[in-house]
């Protein structure tokens, strides 16, 4: 029933956008074991066993944040996204209701803005990140997904800087360092070709001034040699000379 999750390419950017990175949506909460004994079933391949104690707490208590740590415990252990779809979809659909009363709780904007950069839909995870950065611009959350939306404008600067604080801030490696070293390398990319472009340029100019100057000389020596030997017949060398410039 449950088989290993395919790797997917959530963001659909470009060739090199980081595949196998996951999006991350909230930690496990600590203070509830229930799910912490979920969590360990999974990783250890008890995967019905865990999914009754997944259904169980839902079962008392079905708010965004239960739906969340179900579809955290279930992506964690690697399941295909079709064993936990339910909880996501519902998950989906709540965080967009609780968004509409601008929540003082960052989770609604978190979930939307995840599944929608999953599933590709560009706008709603924009409005999210968007909406979360402007009512909680100190989160870690918010750095996050600013990181995100900056690299998917290939602002690469301001990607590492976002990516950076939301890692100092306690956004595990596993979910940002791929994003990160895109960051990095894209910049490094855009620093060589900005090189390249300035010693093209600079050797450029270096031969229009080579140009200049060989003209220069060119047309010294000719009205020297005209000077000189005004009423003469002038010599093959002097021919040439001529010729050439």
Not at 33 to 50: F, I, K, S, T
Not at 114 to 139: T, W
Not at 141 to 157: C, E, L, M, N, P
Not at 199 to 211: C, D, E, K, Q, S
């Amino acid at each position: 029933l449950y088989q290993p999750q395919a790797s997917y390419d959530p963001t659909n950017m470009r060739p090199g956008s980081p595949q196998h990175a996951r999006i991350y949506g909230g930690s496990i909460h600590s203070g509830e074991p229930e799910w912490q004994r979920a969590q360990r079933m999974m990783a250890g391949g008890q995967v019905r066993d865990a999914q009754a104690i997944i259904d169980e707490q839902l079962g008392r208590n079905r708010s965004l944040d239960g739906l969340m740590n179900a579809v955290s415990t279930m992506e964690g252990a690697g399941l295909d996204r079709s064993a936990y779809g339910n909880y996501r979809q519902e998950a989906l659909r709540m965080a967009r209701q609780q968004m509409v009363a601008r929540p003082n709780n960052p989770l609604p904007y978190v979930a939307v803005a995840k599944f929608s950069l999953e599933d590709d839909d560009d706008q709603s995870f924009r409005e999210a990140a968007d909406s979360l950065a402007e009512q909680f611009p100190g989160d870690k959350h918010s750095h996050y997904f600013q990181g995100i939306v900056a690299a998917k404008d290939q602002d690469w600067r301001r990607a590492e800087v976002e990516l950076q604080r939301a890692r100092e801030l306690g956004i595990p490696d596993e979910n940002i360092s791929m994003w990160l070293k895109m960051a990095i390398d894209n910049q490094r990319w855009v620093w060589q070709y900005a090189w390249a472009i300035l010693w093209v340029t600079v050797a450029w100019i270096a031969g229009l001034a080579v140009i200049f100057v060989l003209g220069k000389v060119l047309s010294w020596l000719t009205l020297r040699g005209l000077k000189k030997q005004q009423f003469a017949e002038p010599a093959r060398w002097q021919r040439m000379l001529r010729s050439t410039y």
